[in-house]
């Protein structure tokens, strides 16, 4: 019995389950797996399987949008990233998102819904060819395995840090819930799964800013005692210490924020990751296909409270035992130390706020979004594998019920591949580290495609292809050559100044413009797409369908306009 308890158990947990918690955590894992055998009987055939029967309305579709990135991505890693740089890191939830998310619903989502494609790399198979949409299918599947991975490493740690279970258990046990009911359901169980993990991550997690901010004193008290506590103000501006790369915590220069994050990772992520356009792609009409992401924007600008706010706070009052103050470091530096690190700082921040009951709905939403962050990757590379790989390149002919059979078994294939891939996060000196060079390897060049091909008429068939495998070689190539050499780094940022996160930034703006141009070099060297084969895939050669808006208030453009305006608002309140 010792031996068995030990499986799952090591010393050093910080806290123990009360019955009421164990019962909450209990709740959701049997809710979530009921869910999977629910949508089982509404997942027939393979529009049903892998695009919830394009039933969903506009509120399901963008809370869904919004919650598969939700994930360890927001939860963890950003709340380590605000302890490390402060508030720079909203940059990724304001710039880094909103006006990509406004571009995708207003701008591309009528290409996507009209062309009916099933999959972004099934839209560049349509204007590009079997070259492009085979290129960018291996990519996104590669990368969608790793970043389910990711997800359950930080599942794992947060079990790990808070209860002591063992991060090999805690692995197994996520995965497998996962694995259950997304092949049950499909994409339905996944979409339905995630307004419940939304709605859940929000109730768990927003009791930490709450509490955290009533302790501080208010958010005047806080920023003078990060100031105290840290020697510099530096840490709660987002754009007045931009000036220069060695005036702020990140070691990054408004060029690389505005153009590297809020232009060309931004835009790459929200507008062309099947992920979350899979979501969008299940609206049951266009108007809902527009708005999904609208909506979906209004509740991303909220998400820094329940996650920037706490690893600010932890600079403010976590303390040792000895009410000292606490110092994280580098998952590298923890291992070897002991010391707790940047990724622990929302785990540490729920259990010095939560007690027995609330402990248990904290963990259940910290879980309900690594869950989710899963389910919406693993989701995804069935959808890819299936329609893009397998059905493109392997078995064309196969009937319906067989695709709907391939997507259930890659749904488990890529989960077990998925665990093997969450070891190899261990390595990585955090878990953004390793988010941010997966998205530069493959987002970045791939959205430099996407969007010649949605408003270049000129760009052809060898153009996006070989654009888009010269973009994705040029940033692995760049990622290599700065972890062979260091002093790469000030070549690839342009300042000797620049520290690792200015890498990704700088990195993903190079490759997505080798990939624009290459594209655009190509193009011009090739035989031009006749442009009647153009209709439903470029602007200029399509006429966009009415979305049956009547009044002010149904138009997506009129709430884009008020979403834009409160971005202003808040990036002014928190220059």
Not at 30 to 54: M, W
Not at 74 to 85: I, K
Not at 261 to 270: D, H, T
Request: a positive charge; glycine letters at 10%.
């Amino acid at each position: 019995m010792q031996a068995f308890i030990a499986l799952f158990l090591v010393s050093h947990r910080m806290a123990v389950l009360a019955p009421a918690d164990i019962v909450i955590l209990a709740l959701y894992f049997g809710l979530v797996v009921f869910i999977g055998f629910y949508a089982k009987g509404k997942a027939n055939t393979s529009e049903d399987f892998f695009l919830a029967g394009r039933e969903m309305t506009a509120w399901i579709a963008g809370l869904s949008f919004v919650s598969a990135n939700l994930g360890s991505l927001e939860l963890m890693g950003w709340a380590g990233a605000s302890y490390q740089y402060g508030i720079l890191a909203a940059h990724w939830y304001w710039i880094g998102a909103i006006p990509a998310m406004l571009f995708l619903g207003i701008v591309m989502m009528p290409f996507y819904y009209i062309s009916k494609t099933h999959s972004v790399p099934g839209y560049l198979q349509l204007r590009f060819g079997e070259g492009a949409r085979g290129l960018a299918a291996i990519s996104f599947g590669v990368m969608t395995i790793l970043m389910s991975g990711v997800n359950m490493y930080a599942m794992a740690v947060v079990m790990q840090t808070i209860l002591g279970w063992n991060i090999t258990f805690s692995i197994w046990v996520g995965a497998a819930t996962v694995a259950l009911y997304v092949m049950l359901g499909g994409l339905r169980s996944a979409i339905i799964n995630e307004v419940l993990q939304f709605v859940l991550i929000w109730a768990g997690a927003a009791m930490v800013p709450i509490l955290g901010l009533v302790e501080a004193g208010g958010w005047t008290k806080l920023k003078a005692q990060i100031a105290v506590n840290m020697g510099s103000g530096d840490y709660m501006h987002m754009w007045k210490t931009l000036g220069h790369f060695k005036d702020n915590p990140m070691g990054v220069h408004w060029t690389g924020i505005v153009f590297g994050l809020g232009f060309v990772i931004s835009f790459g992520y929200w507008t062309t990751d099947f992920l979350v356009v899979q979501r969008v792609l299940s609206a049951n009409n266009l108007r809902a296909a527009k708005m999904a992401p609208i909506i979906g924007s209004i509740f991303k600008m909220a998400v820094p409270l329940i996650v920037i706010v706490p690893g600010l706070l932890a600079l403010a009052v976590l303390k040792n035992p000895d009410g000292t103050l606490m110092h994280l470091v580098p998952a590298d530096i923890a291992k070897v130390t002991g010391q707790h690190s940047y990724d622990d700082v929302l785990p540490l921040m729920l259990i010095r706020y939560c007690g027995p009951g609330l402990l248990g709905l904290g963990i259940t939403a910290l879980v309900a979004g690594f869950m989710s962050g899963m389910a919406g990757n693993v989701s995804a590379f069935s959808t890819v594998w299936t329609y893009d790989i397998y059905g493109a390149f392997i078995n064309k002919k196969a009937s319906d019920k067989h695709y709907v059979a391939m997507g259930r078994w890659s749904t488990v294939i890529g989960m077990l591949v998925s665990i093997g891939t969450a070891y190899l996060v261990m390595n990585a000196a955090s878990i953004m580290d390793y988010v941010q060079a997966l998205f530069s390897f493959f987002v970045a060049p791939l959205f430099g495609t996407v969007i010649l091909g949605m408003l270049w008429k000129r760009a052809t068939h060898w153009g996006g292809f070989l654009g888009l495998l010269a973009g994705t070689m040029a940033s692995v190539g760049m990622f290599l050559w700065v972890h062979t050499n260091a002093h790469a780094l000030r070549y690839i940022a342009m300042s000797a100044d620049a520290q690792p996160m200015a890498e990704n930034l700088y990195r993903a703006l190079w490759s997505w413009l080798i990939c624009v141009g290459v594209t655009v070099v190509v193009s011009y060297m090739t035989k031009p797409v006749p442009i009647e084969q153009l209709g439903g895939l470029v602007y200029g050669a399509t006429p966009i369908p009415d979305d049956g808006a009547k009044t002010l208030w149904q138009k997506p453009i009129f709430w884009a306009i008020v979403v834009i305006v409160v971005f202003f608002v808040l990036n002014l309140i928190f220059w």
